[in-house]
Structures are given as C-alpha cells and as structure tokens.
C-alpha cells in the first residue's frame, strides 16, 4: 500500500513536472536568437521589410532576428521549410501576398496551406505595386506603355521572382489586362530583377513599392503607375492606374509574419506585441513611410486581422490566376 501511494505520488509529480518545464520554457522565450526566414534574395522588399521591423522587434525581445535568405520556387521552398520548422517560435517567416495567397492557385500541389499550416503573427506592412520599366522604354505614359507591349510583344522581357511571387501575380494581372504574354524572365527575388531592369536587360516588371522609390527618384528607372486608388506620398509624381487610364490594374501587396502551425500561444502573443511596437516605433515608422509602405494602423494589425487578410486575398487572386490558365 506504501509502495502503491509513494508510486502515485512519484507520478503525480512527474506529471506536474512535465506540464512546469514548458511554461517555464515559454516565460524565458526568447532565450536565443529567432531565425526569421525571407522567402526572397536579400536587397529586394521582403527582406527590406523583414530586416527594417526586424531591428526594433530585436530590442523588445532582448534577443536577435536573424535573417535567413531563402530563395526557390517563388517564396515557395522557404514556406514549405517554416511550415516544417519546429514550432517553438526560433524559427518564423515574413511572407507576402504571393507566398500566403496566390500560391494556392497557381500551385494546385503545394505542400502548405497558408492559412491551416501557419499561425499568424501580424501584419508588417502594405505595399503597393508598380508598373515600371527600364529608363530608357520608350513610352511616355501608361497608355503609350500599353501599346508599345502589346505591338512588340514578341520582343518583351518581363522580370519576375518566380511563380508565386507578388511580381508574378501582379504582372499575370498586367499582362491579361493588355492581352499579351511577354518573355517572363524569373529571377530570386525583385532585389536581383530590379538590377537587372536598372541594366536595362528586361524591360518592366510589377513589383512593391518599398524595393523601387529609390531608383525612381534616382531616374535610374521609370514608373508608369501606382495600382492603389490613391497617389502615394513618397512617389507624389506617379498616377495611380486609374488616372493613368487602366483602374483594373488594383494591386496592392503585403508584407507579414507567419510562425510554423502549432507554435505555443504565449510564445506568438510575445512575438506580435513586439510586432505591434515595432510598428509604433517613430523610426521604423519613418523609415516604412519613406519607402512608400501603407503601415497598418490598430484594426489591420495582430493574428486574427491577418488570418483573415489571408482568405480574404486567396478569395481575391484564385479566380485571376484559374482565368490565366497559368498553374505550376
Ligand atoms: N517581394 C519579393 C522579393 O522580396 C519578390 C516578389 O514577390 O515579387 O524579392
């Protein structure tokens, strides 16, 4: 009988054992550096995204954000790899519009679902797209852009970062719009496309804001329209699509984290308010803001308003992608 009590209570505290080290755990996270993966090459906007809220969240959770570049199959292979990531919140990604939405549709054998594999973090930043070419295309304004492509078709290079990335998709809208199908020139990331369009090697490509205001104003690229409603602040110059005559051309990108499904509550609370600082934070907001990024104000921020902007946006781009015909 003394045996048989001491056994219980030897169990009993192991169970009590067994449930204290995780949460014991998960109120020192974090206790190491968290690899943050970018689905893209480095220089281009998700990683300027990643790396600009990357550094304030850094100093709220007193550890590093250390940015891994993963590139391959539009933000797709480095997906699949956070989706496998042990879920302990030392491994999250900044995907987009591309990798968390339109993958979906044009990937009918994707190896992740974004919204049942992940666990969402927050909303870093809105980016809106622009149709730019090389400096020296030769067309004036969006409607002499639109003829030119569609009477030289055959000839035209349009730079992208791989099926599924947001250049793609943006530009699959372009091109459908205009009814051509140019040369599509795949590159790692809009960081490496965007050297190769300011070398004048392809023509245009459909890319964020945050990777182009520089060049833009530099004149080392020209850009034909900006596809919000509204004109944005750091390239006052730039039409929106709608005065420059195609209002269908709407394409607004984002920016946001995702953790691996499973990833422990607390540990994705911790990870969102620092988010949600970084965001507050005057000179991130600043340097955001100056690259053109729409920052998402309280209502467009935290897990559940992402989750929903994640199905929101695979309700928005499948049809688009299923009218191309285009799937991987
Ligand atoms: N945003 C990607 C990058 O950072 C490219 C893309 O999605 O088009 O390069």
Redesign the pocket.
């Given at each position: 009988m003394r045996i048989m009590s001491r056994l219980v209570g030897l169990l009993a505290g192991a169970a009590l054992l067994a449930h204290a080290v995780p949460v014991a755990a998960q109120a020192e996270y974090p206790a190491r550096p968290i690899t943050l993966i970018?689905p893209?090459?480095a220089g281009?906007?998700?990683?300027i995204v990643a790396r600009i809220v990357a550094d304030h969240m850094s100093k709220t959770l007193g550890q590093q954000l250390v940015i891994e570049n993963v590139v391959g199959a539009?933000?797709t292979t480095a997906s699949t790899r956070a989706m496998r990531a042990t879920n302990d919140g030392y491994t999250i990604i900044m995907g987009?519009m591309?990798t968390h939405a339109a993958s979906v549709a044009l990937y009918p054998k994707l190896a992740y679902h974004p919204s049942k594999d992940f666990e969402t973090i927050g909303l870093a930043a809105g980016t809106p797209i622009l149709i730019v070419a090389r400096k020296d295309f030769p067309a004036k304004d969006l409607k002499d852009f639109v003829s030119y492509v569609k009477a030289n078709a055959d000839k035209m290079n349009m730079a992208?970062?791989g099926v599924g990335?947001?250049?793609?998709t943006t530009c699959l809208l372009l091109n459908s719009l205009m009814g051509v199908k140019p040369t599509a020139i795949p590159f790692q990331?809009?960081?490496p496309a965007l050297n190769a369009l300011v070398g004048g090697q392809v023509d245009y490509m459909c890319?964020?804001i945050v990777?182009l205001v520089p060049q833009i104003k530099a004149g080392n690229i020209k850009a034909y329209a900006i596809g919000t409603p509204e004109r944005n602040p750091a390239l006052p110059d730039v039409p929106t699509s709608k005065e420059a005559g195609l209002p269908a051309f709407h394409a607004v990108?984002w920016n946001a984290l995702f953790a691996p499904k499973g990833t422990p509550k607390p540990v994705l609370d911790k990870l969102t308010a620092a988010l949600d600082k970084a965001l507050d934070d005057e000179a991130t907001r600043k340097r955001l803001f100056d690259l053109g990024s729409d920052i998402p104000g309280k209502d467009r921020r935290g897990q559940e308003a992402l989750s929903k902007l994640v199905t929101s946006e695979i309700d928005k781009w499948s049809p688009i992608i299923k009218a191309s015909g285009i799937t991987q």
């Open positions: 970018v893209f090459a281009g906007p998700t990683d539009g933000g987009h591309g992208h970062a990335s947001v250049s793609f990331g809009t960081g890319d964020q990777n990108a």
